[in-house]
């Protein structure tokens, strides 16, 4: 494929696809089966050399969207009737109940403050290739009922101010709009984190409401946001942005990891 198009002129730079059974096979097949030490992957590892034109690489990644909605079905996976049990790094347990708490909660209000619907929460062969439905779970307004609803149980208020001066590499500009950052929420979450907090329970809405406050960072604010724009400018701090995030799933794997040689099959 890549020889027919190098012969009517058509370069070809990079090659996207799902995460499907065959294409993960075929991409650990082209990295020879290594592995990272870190989540941030380094070019050797995201790149083939062109078999046409020696000097030039074909970068190799999956699909945006298809990744955010494998982390939205795992998390799903976790539900009552599920497979799946999460543990956090620090081994706190969460899981799905708490966006269909979250929806239940916003069910009882006159007037909704999430996107969330049954097509959010009850996941079936349609409403689980839905986009829209999937961005819900980790959209900011879902997001901030979280933490409005976990800060009212804890007694505490995460102030306006206190976001707003925040900095760090997990919170970003908008390309957009210079008055709207991203990462924020995240912020707040950490902010609940650190709150003398005993009740497993609390514990644990903590962990999931931080699960999604990283998704909702990563995809909803900015891979998945069509405003958001790419140059010379911002590319660094973006970089650094992803790289934050993307740690978290590296420490959550290196506790999962250590977790279960000490026989705790937790995931």
């Known amino acids: ?24 096979r075929m991409v650990k097949f082209l990295r020879n089966g290594s592995t990272a030490d870190e989540a941030w992957l380094p070019e050797q590892m995201v790149c083939v050399t062109n078999p046409v034109f020696a000097d030039r690489k074909i970068y ?25 049990s999460f543990h956090d790094k620090d081994n706190n347990t969460f899981g799905w109940m708490f966006v269909v708490a979250s929806f239940q909660r916003d069910t009882r209000r006159a007037s909704p403050i999430t996107n969330l619907t049954k097509k959010s929460v009850i996941i079936d062969g349609w409403s689980a290739m839905n986009v829209s439905a999937a961005k819900s779970v980790s959209a900011e307004k879902t997001v901030a009922e979280g933490v409005t609803y976990i800060s009212e149980k804890l007694g505490v208020t995460v102030s306006v101010s206190e976001l707003k001066n925040a900095s760090g590499n997990h919170i970003i500009t908008a390309a957009s709009n210079r008055n709207l950052r991203h990462g924020i929420w995240f912020e707040a979450v950490q902010h609940l984190k650190r709150q003398s907090c005993t009740d497993s329970a609390v514990k644990s809405e903590i962990a999931a409401i931080e699960f999604l406050s990283v998704l909702s960072s990563m995809f909803n604010e900015f891979l998945l946001n069509k405003t958001e724009k790419l140059n010379k400018d911002n590319i660094d701090d973006r970089e650094s942005y992803l790289r934050f995030y993307l740690d978290y799933f590296h420490k959550w794997t290196e506790s999962t990891i250590t977790r279960k040689v000490v026989g705790d099959k937790g995931r």
């Open 1 to 24: 494929v890549v020889m027919a198009c190098e012969a009517i002129s058509c370069q070809v730079h990079g090659f996207q696809c799902d995460a499907g059974g065959n294409n993960a």
């Open 60 to 84: 190799i990644w999956h699909c945006i969207v298809h990744i955010f909605k494998a982390l939205r079905n795992a998390l799903y996976a976790s539900r009552d009737s599920g497979a799946r």
